[in-house]
């Protein structure tokens, strides 16, 4: 039987039927704020709803999107990750972070804020093929991290308690852990291995954004809601 992955509900590993290891000991992921109250608390209402109602579709989320959760994500960053196109790095931004963080969060709100172009690099494969690898711009970064944070409340709620990808303190390596588990004490008749190509790469297409309901355009917002990112190619 698999479990949702809900708060006091059994974790993965109990639905899996198989011992919690300290690998897969969940990390807390918050931030403290300013006022000693984590970020996470602040939206605690929308995964109640998310929880509440499988059938809710969200619409209006901006106003979770505050200072404090902007700098929670700032800090959440990777301190030596390669900066952007603006050249801007983590350790540059957080000088006068306050009033960048009061900048950036009113543009949010006031619709004016535009990201920039992502740096686009390849890395080799091991069958000598190129993986691109876009890298956004430190403060595109953060927004996607504080929205993700957001959105992550909501979604979580309908993970089952196996699934590990792209979510937040759960690595392949518990997706392995889990797999040699199984294998080694379970009767397995087959394994299926599966790849989607391009899955991120074609946003709108595989519905994964059916939970959150975009409200209509207004003025000389872009016309695509979903992330379209820019790349600027660049040789290194």
Same mark, same amino acid.
């Given at each position: 039987m698999n479990h949702s992955n809900k708060d006091g509900k059994p974790s993965a590993e109990s639905a899996e039927e198989r011992p919690l290891i300290k690998e897969n000991a969940r990390q807390p992921n918050t931030y403290p704020t300013q006022s000693g109250k984590s970020v996470s608390q602040g939206v605690a209402d929308v995964r109640k709803a998310a929880r509440g109602n499988k059938e809710m579709k969200f619409t209006a989320l901006l106003h979770h999107l505050t200072i404090d959760l902007l700098r929670e994500s700032f800090y959440s960053l990777k301190r030596k990750a390669a900066p952007g196109v603006d050249g801007v790095t983590w350790q540059e931004y957080e000088d006068g972070l306050e009033d960048r963080l009061t900048d950036l969060h009113g543009r949010v709100h006031r619709g004016a804020y535009r990201a920039t172009p992502s740096r686009r690099v390849y890395i080799e494969k091991?069958?000598? =093929?190129? =993986?691109p690898l876009a890298v956004p711009a430190i403060e595109d970064k953060l927004v996607q991290h504080a929205v993700v944070s957001i959105l992550n409340q909501i979604y979580e709620e309908d993970f089952l308690g196996f699934s590990y990808g792209f979510r937040p303190g759960r690595s392949q390596h518990q997706a392995l852990d889990a797999l040699s588990y199984a294998l080694? +004490? +379970? +009767?397995?008749?087959?394994?299926? /291995?599966? /790849?989607? =190509?391009?899955?991120?790469?074609a946003p709108g297409k595989a519905g994964r954004f059916q939970r959150v309901r975009f409200p209509p355009r207004k003025g000389e917002e872009p016309p695509h809601r979903e992330s379209s990112l820019g790349l600027m190619k660049v040789t290194t």
């Open positions: 091991a069958d000598g =093929r190129q =993986r080694l +004490k +379970k +009767k397995v008749n087959y394994i299926l /291995d599966a /790849d989607i =190509r391009g899955f991120f790469g």
